[in-house]
């Protein structure tokens, strides 16, 4: 696939950016229907920014803190930066605004999320300690569009763990992670080369491989 056939990407990041590395390392691959074509960051000390650079993307700060409360005004330079850069779809990976319903408007349907908890449930903050708190035996991680609604949107993919007798927030965090690197790349691959349509708030998708369908936690010796 030529460059030029790509989709260009958008990555906005406020922290160390584990997941736009997944994404920026996928995408090298040939073939792989995306390019990520810039990096943005709402916090100057975003440890993401320095390994983007390192991987020869270009990246922009847009500090949200000068524009306190007033979020479509940071929200307006932002669209402007991805104007300028031509833009297709944006990959939000730990970035930690909210964005205004004007903002999730101008992107409907281009805007991807990735969320540590298999969505519906635990919207939100702390994911991993509630659901170590409820004891549930699986969880895992959501590749969701974004809507105005936080943590919902359609559906792209989801992954799964077991949740083990002596899991901490640590580890579960760690095991939930590894899954956010595989899942994320894979579903903007499927998104870039348009496998996806959304029907009635429902992301169908094109008919892919065969995959383990059951996971079943504890398993029981
Ligand atoms: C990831 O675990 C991501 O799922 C989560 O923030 C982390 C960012 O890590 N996002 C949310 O909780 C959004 N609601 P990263 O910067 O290493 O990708």
Not at 4 to 29: D, F, P
Not at 59 to 82: C, W
Not at 97 to 123: C, D, S
């Amino acid at each position: 696939m030529s460059d030029t056939e790509k989709r260009r990407v958008a990555i906005l990041i406020s922290g160390r950016g584990s997941n736009m590395t997944a994404l920026i390392e996928a995408a090298k691959a040939q073939g792989f229907p995306a390019e990520i074509a810039l990096v943005v960051s709402n916090k100057a000390d975003a440890g993401g920014l320095k390994i983007a650079a390192q991987h020869g993307i270009t990246t922009t700060v847009i500090e949200s803190r000068p524009f306190g409360t007033d979020r479509e005004a940071f929200e307006r330079a932002l669209q402007d930066k991805l104007t300028a850069s031509r833009i297709d779809l944006v990959c939000l990976a730990g970035f930690l605004r909210l964005l205004t319903p004007w903002f999730v408007k101008q992107w409907e349907g281009r805007m991807l999320n990735i969320h540590p908890a298999l969505l519906p449930a635990y919207r939100g903050l702390h994911t991993h300690e509630r659901a170590l708190a409820d004891g549930v035996k699986i969880h895992g991680a959501t590749v969701h569009f974004v809507v105005p609604e936080m943590d919902a949107g359609p559906i792209v993919m989801q992954g799964a763990v077991a949740v083990r007798a002596d899991d901490t927030v640590e580890t579960l965090a760690a095991r939930v992670l590894a899954v956010e690197h595989q899942i994320y790349p894979d579903a903007l691959r499927l998104v870039a080369s348009g496998g996806v349509r959304i029907e009635n708030g429902v992301c169908r998708t094109r008919a892919t491989g065969p995959a383990d369908d059951r996971l079943i936690s504890p398993a029981v010796i």
